[in-house]
């Protein structure tokens, strides 16, 4: 049987795939066919390298397809000899692979002038090309892994000079050169060791933009679950399952395939879900996702060295989530473009959002884990948590009454502006040690701004949402409540909880509920 595949390569024969054919046809038209050079840069595990193969597997139905890494390349680009004479036999390889007629590979193969290594490489990409039956394409995967050496750049600016040659009927070379990594080529400044910095500017201005959306949409998601119904009859509800998946990951392609995997390996068979049919329901993919969260996965460790190794990216992201600040996109700003090109964020309506909600909850799980761990909040919700649940259930109700003692007890005496600024964080900081290990939450980042924010608890089978907002008089006070009700209609829930903090002098704090429709809503005021 076939398997959910997080690894480094999907293979349609071993894995559940999502079927990608009609972005490898686009590809193909848009870009191979007109004889374009570009580069695929997306965040680790993003399904750069399965795009690079299955691409691979369709060209060669009428091209020579050269696919070469270099991810283990470094030594190679020691010398200019050592470079040439490393990539002459990565592609000597590849020819012998692609079954090219014997010539080419004798011509190929013959001895590297020492004298000069890279005017002879030149000459050799001519003559293979020039003399192939079948147009040549290059692919280079984990390309950024070299970025920082001169020698590819004087490697990038001879493929370019031949390209550039070629449009002019002057040379021959590859059809389309397609360069994958992390990092964008064209932008080498983020790479480039301190006493390079002057180098800026890369050879590879002749690559168009990539433009092709390499994530899973909810339908794409659902073909593949379709195919793995078919398999196992768990009888699983597949579009709202896919669907859900979505709403976590935003279609990141290894996000998506570790919360299938974990809910056919990890999940099914346990106490709580002994089999398939109990593992793929929404609390299937609840558990999933909260295994993910709490996991220490390569991508998601990455995420966290890049935030260490940039702190503006990670003063960002701190104020996107916890202060509520709207940041417009711009692409030439460095740290926006940085966190783009590692699908950290999103611009959406022209405005910053972190990419997904995955990411999005482990990024407030790790800023919150690097305040005090002793901090009042956390003290105080660990002190009482028995009085919050109760027979394995969360009882919402208790923890916010709670939390109002708390917070009156502790924060009155804070400045305004502190508490206005880190309302989410004081909140979350009382929540998680509660819910902790069982339960998850996340943030809707639609209702998230400065004003106000949703909160959505998942606990035992149980939802619950939270809005968090600052007190601005009683007709935004009403809005905010009709918006609340607008969502626990989309969640199919009738109750729900609105935590206000009030910095008015004659405000009036204390619990009440109101009744609104067929909606109760709990509204604590402090």
């Not at 002019?168 to 932008?187: E, H, P, Q």
């Not at 996000?255 to 593992?279: H, M, N, Y």
């Not at 935590?499 to 509920?513: A, D, R, Y």
């Amino acid at each position: 049987m076939k398997t959910f595949n997080t690894a480094v390569i999907c293979n349609p024969q071993k894995h559940y795939m999502v079927d990608i054919s009609p972005k490898i046809d686009r590809i193909i038209a848009r870009y191979i066919e007109p004889g374009k050079y570009f580069s695929i840069n997306r965040g680790r595990q993003y399904g750069k390298t399965t795009t690079l193969s299955t691409l691979a597997r369709k060209l060669r139905q009428n091209y020579y397809c050269l696919q070469i890494s270099f991810a283990w390349a470094d030594g190679i680009f020691e010398s200019e000899y050592r470079m040439v004479s490393g990539f002459v036999g990565y592609i000597k390889k590849e020819l012998r692979l692609e079954h090219v007629p014997e010539k080419l590979l004798i011509d190929w193969s013959r001895e590297i002038n020492e004298t000069d290594p890279m005017a002879d490489l030149d000459e050799r990409i001519t003559n293979l090309c020039a003399q192939s039956d079948r147009e040549i394409i290059l692919m280079i995967d984990e390309v950024d892994k070299v970025s920082d050496n001169q020698l590819m750049l004087q490697f990038l600016g001879m493929l370019r000079d031949k390209y550039i040659q070629r449009e002019d009927g002057r040379d021959y070379t590859f059809k389309s050169i397609i360069l994958a990594g992390v990092y964008d080529i064209k932008n080498l400044k983020l790479k480039i060791r301190p006493e390079e910095e002057h180098i800026y500017n890369s050879p590879w201005n002749v690559a168009v933009e990539f433009e092709e959306d390499l994530s899973f949409s909810t339908d794409e998601i659902a073909g593949m679950l379709r195919e793995y119904e078919q398999d196992y009859h768990t009888g699983m509800d597949v579009d709202a399952i896919a669907e859900m998946i979505y709403d976590y990951t935003s279609g990141y392609p290894v996000l998506v395939s570790d919360i299938c995997r974990r809910l056919d390996e990890t999940i099914t068979g346990t106490e709580k879900f002994p089999d398939r049919v109990a593992a793929w329901t929404h609390d299937g993919v609840t558990e999933a996702v909260k295994i993910i969260q709490q996991t220490r996965t390569p991508l998601l460790e990455d995420m966290i060295k890049q935030l260490e190794d940039y702190p503006n990216l990670k003063d960002m992201l701190n104020r996107i989530l916890f202060e509520g600040e709207t940041i417009p996109f711009n692409a030439y700003n460095q740290v926006l473009n940085l966190a783009k090109m590692f699908d950290y964020i999103k611009s959406v309506n022209g405005h910053v959002e972190v990419a997904n909600r995955i990411f999005e909850v482990v990024l407030y799980d790790y800023f919150l884990s690097e305040e005090k761990l002793g901090s009042p909040a956390s003290r105080d919700a660990q002190l009482n948590r028995s009085e919050f649940i109760k027979k394995g259930k969360l009882d919402m109700d208790a923890l916010l009454r709670r939390f109002s003692d708390h917070y009156t007890d502790i924060y009155t005496s804070k400045d305004q502006k502190f508490v206005e600024k880190h309302a989410r964080k004081i909140f979350l900081m009382y929540l998680k040690p509660v819910i902790n290990g069982t339960g998850n939450y996340y943030v809707e980042a639609q209702t998230r701004d400065a004003k106000r924010t949703d909160i959505v608890v998942d606990y035992q089978g149980e939802q619950f949402v939270v809005e968090i907002k600052i007190w601005y008089g009683p007709k935004y006070n009403e809005t905010g409540e009709q918006q609340l009700c607008g969502y626990l209609d989309r969640l199919h829930l009738k109750k729900g909880y609105l935590l206000t903090f009030s910095f008015n002098k004659n405000k009036e704090i204390g619990i009440k509920e109101i009744i609104l429709g067929d909606k109760v809503l709990l509204e604590v005021t402090v």
